[in-house]
């Protein structure tokens, strides 16, 4: 029997400052009266899909996630033995969404974040919002662990860099964005920092296997690439990517909404 999809909504992937494709993608779906009906994220696409379900323009969080000045990136990166704050962000967040809780968003968000007590990926979108965005985007040893109730989370994307499976329903188009890239590469490793970083890499872009088949548009921005994970003194750079993509993409969104499908 003919149907069609009656919305749309997305999966965002974590990336660090690649994950700011998904506000440049954002302001093209603004600028095209498209809407989505629920979002999920991980890490750096749960504080772009936090702000945006509060009613944050794309425009307005280029202001937030600009690279930290001097003055406050001891609390971005920290001192202590490499492990750093994400206080900075939580501050972000109170400034520019003001309430905590998932129940007040405009739009329904899921955020993925991994359990380190249990070993697991977990789903949260009940609560308090600041807590499980903090938790999604603590990359491991880098960024302390959030402590949610008994337990400790830390970044989403060792689990589930892409959320999309929990946004499944009918009628609805599932498009997913990634911005975490892993390609052959042709050096030698000559440190544990390199050893480490490549490790992680390839451990979060595993967690995508099951879940790309679900979307019914996945949008990975080649351009995105050549930029590193805390490069985000290219956050315009980056942020137009995400919103070239979004307008190439839009014409076949509003096709794919608008026609029957088998």
């Given at each position: 029997m003919a149907k069609k999809y009656q919305e749309f909504a997305l999966a965002l992937s974590g990336?660090?400052?690649?994950?700011?494709?998904?506000?440049?993608?954002?302001?093209?779906?603004?600028?095209a009266g498209l809407k989505p009906a629920a979002i999920s994220g991980t890490s750096m696409g749960a504080i772009v899909g936090s702000m945006y379900a509060a009613g944050v323009t794309p425009d307005e969080m280029m202001k937030a996630l600009k690279y930290p000045d001097?003055?406050?990136?001891?609390?971005?990166?920290?001192?202590?033995?490499?492990i750093g704050s994400l206080e900075i962000v939580r501050k972000t967040l109170e400034q520019h969404i003001g309430s905590?809780?998932?129940?007040?968003?405009?739009?329904?968000?899921?955020?993925a974040v991994t359990n380190l007590n249990r070993a697991c990926v977990e789903l949260i979108n009940t609560g308090n919002l600041y807590d499980a965005v903090i938790a999604s985007s603590s990359i491991p040893v880098i960024f302390m662990p959030?402590?949610?109730?008994?337990?400790?989370?830390?970044?989403?994307?060792?689990?589930?860099?892409?959320?999309?499976?929990?946004?499944?329903?009918?009628?609805?188009?599932?498009?997913?964005?990634?911005?975490?890239?892993?390609?052959?590469?042709?050096?030698?490793?000559?440190?544990?920092?390199?050893?480490?970083?490549?490790?992680?890499f390839i451990a979060v872009?595993?967690?995508?296997?099951?879940?790309?088949?679900d979307c019914d548009l996945f949008v990975d921005p080649a351009e995105?690439?050549?930029?590193?994970t805390f490069e985000f003194e290219?956050?315009?750079?980056?942020?137009?990517?995400?919103?070239?993509s979004g307008k190439e993409n839009i014409p076949q969104i509003k096709t794919v909404l608008a026609t029957e499908l088998e």
């Open positions: 990336g660090g400052a690649r994950g700011i494709v998904h506000a440049g993608f954002l302001k093209a779906l603004d600028e001097l003055k406050t990136l001891p609390s971005w990166l920290g001192f202590k033995a490499g905590d809780r998932f129940e007040d968003l405009k739009i329904p968000l899921i955020v959030q402590k949610i109730g008994a337990h400790f989370y830390v970044d989403g994307g060792l689990t589930m860099n892409m959320p999309v499976k929990c946004l499944k329903k009918e009628g609805r188009m599932i498009i997913g964005i990634n911005s975490n890239h892993i390609e052959e590469l042709d050096k030698q490793f000559t440190s544990m920092k390199q050893v480490g970083e490549r490790c992680l872009q595993r967690t995508l296997v099951d879940q790309i088949d995105a690439r050549m930029y590193g290219k956050a315009h750079e980056i942020f137009e990517i995400g919103y070239n």
